[in-house]
């Protein structure tokens, strides 16, 4: 059974491989982020993180299988497991593969636009479960003041797990196993008229679900809506590679929007969608939804960028299915009344990895109802029993190190290790 290979993981290591390594493009000698690492045909694996590194640990029943390394635009690479073991580290080089789009013959009706949108809906039921499955995920929240150069003022890590089908959110339920807290250096709004605001607006949410919101744009009723908003213009981006497939790249561009009856044309703000497709079966393999701001009163609470929220979700192919194994966030997620002024704004972000997929129920336990986490439960104030040892253990953050930058700008008063043993953290700086 591969259930919990985590969790297993934190008591015993003695039957465990572990592999660290990097990945790397041949060409640029640049490191690959977000890069696919998996055991073949089996639900384990991991992904790079932004700086092309990876750490996994894998049981020894399947050192005889074989591990796959996989980016799109890359030439997907496989070795035998035994062959890799024992060592210290490990390097990877992957060769990139692009298709030109001017040497894809485009045909109406075969591979125009409109027709990979249309296979792409047709074919969600057969690519993604419509019954429920069982994830394993490790989640980290950073917020930071644009205001005073990203400057980190919160950090959340939690191991979570989420029950979930590609459908719907109704049923989602996400249950937190550990979850550590550095102190809120937000600057806390004491104004009545912000908070009643804040309330109106819909009041906290949380951080995981806002993540985990971005599921949507890979679902047949988002799909079929939005191929068919006239707002939204459609066209055949760019084309790439991925695993002996041809990716296609489909942007969906908002080119105007309504009011009142009337048809106004975007100036300094829109949204688009970008789709990453494999041409063999019309997955989804990435899905974007990108806002950009041009806006000039927007500044200076904008970044030059111009990038007002970003976030994405990756799908990896599993016995016949595709599951999410990566989904990222950026942009603003109300969770706390936070000042709003010339000194203060602050931004969200937050990554989601996916490090073991369950799919057969006798392979998981249900998420009761009492450990439900709620959809509006903030998680920067919550109190919790701090477990160190689980902590010193738990591999996935060799998978995703905190940027020393960020550790720095918390750590001002008190090392951050002190601050994740505290039960609470409702103090903020006022």
């Not at 908002?254 to 789709?275: A, D, G, I, L």
Request: charge should be neutral; proline fraction near 4%; include cysteine.
């Amino acid at each position: 059974m591969l259930l919990f290979l985590v969790l297993h993981a934190n008591t015993s290591y003695s039957q465990w491989l572990k592999f660290v390594g990097s990945v790397y493009d041949t060409e640029t000698n640049k490191p690959i982020p977000y890069a696919n690492i998996s055991v073949f045909n089996m639900p384990v694996g991991t992904c790079t993180n932004s700086y092309g590194d990876f750490m996994l640990n894998l049981p020894d029943s399947l050192a005889s299988g074989r591990l796959d390394i996989s980016c799109i635009g890359y030439e997907s690479r496989s070795f035998p497991i035994d062959s890799l073991a024992g060592k210290d580290t490990l390097l990877f080089l992957l060769d990139p593969r692009d298709y030109q789009l001017a040497d894809i013959v485009v045909t109406p009706g075969e591979n125009d636009v409109h027709s990979i949108v249309k296979n792409v809906i047709s074919k969600i039921n057969n690519n993604y479960s419509g019954k429920k499955y069982f994830l394993e995920a490790f989640f980290r929240h950073r917020v930071f003041n644009i205001m005073k150069n990203d400057r980190t003022v919160r950090l959340t890590e939690a191991a979570i797990s989420i029950h979930q089908n590609h459908t719907s959110d109704e049923n989602k339920r996400v249950q937190i196993n550990e979850i550590r807290n550095s102190k809120n250096y937000a600057e806390l709004s004491t104004s009545l008229g912000r908070k009643l605001l804040y309330n109106a607006l819909g009041g906290n949410q949380n951080p995981i679900y806002r993540s985990l919101m971005v599921e949507r744009l890979a679902r047949k009723d988002f799909l079929r809506k939005l191929s068919k908003n006239k707002h939204y213009a459609v066209s055949l981006k760019d084309v790439s590679f991925f695993d002996d497939a041809l990716v296609y790249v489909i942007e969906f561009k908002m080119e105007s929007w309504e009011f009142m009856f009337k048809k106004y044309y975007t100036t300094h703000t829109y949204r688009k969608y970008r789709y990453y497709i494999n041409a063999n079966d019309f997955a989804i393999l990435k899905a974007e939804d990108i806002t950009i701001s041009y806006n000039p009163q927007s500044k200076p609470f904008m970044k030059n960028d111009s990038v007002a929220i970003h976030d994405f979700i990756q799908y990896r192919k599993f016995d016949e299915k595709y599951y999410p194994t990566y989904v990222h966030f950026y942009g603003m997620i109300p969770d706390m009344v936070a000042k709003n002024d010339t000194a203060n704004f602050y931004m969200h972000e937050a990554d989601l990895m996916v490090n073991e997929i369950a799919t057969r129920r006798k392979d998981y336990d249900r998420i009761r109802n009492r450990n439900i986490m709620k959809k509006n439960t903030t998680l920067w104030d919550l109190e919790y029993e701090y477990n160190p040892v689980f902590w010193e253990n738990y591999n996935l953050l060799l998978d995703h190190p905190l940027n020393p930058e960020y550790k720095i700008d918390l750590e001002f008063e008190e090392p951050l290790d002190k601050q994740f043993k505290q039960e609470s953290h409702v103090k903020s700086r006022n």
